[in-house]
């Protein structure tokens, strides 16, 4: 089969990009330990409100020092605002919705989970730095959706 140069070339830059990217995606994937959802846990987002975790959420400290923080998003606030949680300390976040999808970012932080009604999404992670954070709603999820901000206080 005849191809002309220029083609080849073509195709040949074309096969190194894909590769590029995919390399890409794979290092920063490693780099950033990215992975993918892990936790799968329902709850009825209905009954959020008599949920002995999620009705008044509340902070807690394990007895090895560890936190677990319950977070509720609904529109267009995150509860509890602020959420005050030690440095050097593993942190569980667990986190639902009442209503619609919601994001969970901090940002300048690795701490990032999308937010469905009907699960609980949980990840842990270790806040090395103590300031002021603020989380955000990356999540279009309505009029106001640019309001919805939170803070995250490390101590
Ligand atoms: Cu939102």
């Known amino acids: 089969m005849q191809v002309d140069l220029y083609e080849r ?3 040949w830059a074309a096969t190194v990009l894909i590769v590029l990217f995919i390399g890409a995606i794979m290092l920063t994937a490693g780099e950033e330990a990215i992975e993918p959802p892990s936790h799968v846990e329902t709850i009825d987002p209905t ?5 002995p975790e999620f009705a008044k959420p509340t ?6 020092g560890s936190v677990v923080v319950p977070v509720v998003a609904s529109m267009f606030a995150f ?3 602020p ?3 030690p440095a050097h300390v593993r942190v569980t976040f667990r986190i639902t919705s009442t209503d619609v999808i919601h994001g969970f ?3 300048g932080t690795n701490a990032n989970a999308m937010v469905i009604p009907g699960y609980v ?6 806040f090395p730095t103590a300031g002021r954070y603020t989380i ?6 309505g009029l106001l959706h640019h309001m919805m901000v939170g803070h995250l206080v490390v101590k």
Do not use: L
């Not at 902070?59 to 090895?64: A, H």
């Open 59 to 64: 902070i807690v400290t394990r007895p090895d």
């Open 105 to 107: 970012d901090v940002a």
């Open 121 to 126: 999404s949980q990840f842990t992670m270790t």
């Open 83 to 85: 959420i005050e949680v």
């Open 47 to 51: 009954t959020i409100s008599t949920n």
């Open 9 to 11: 070339i073509w195709m």
């Open 79 to 81: 509860a509890p605002d």
């Open 136 to 141: 955000t709603c990356n999540e279009f999820c």
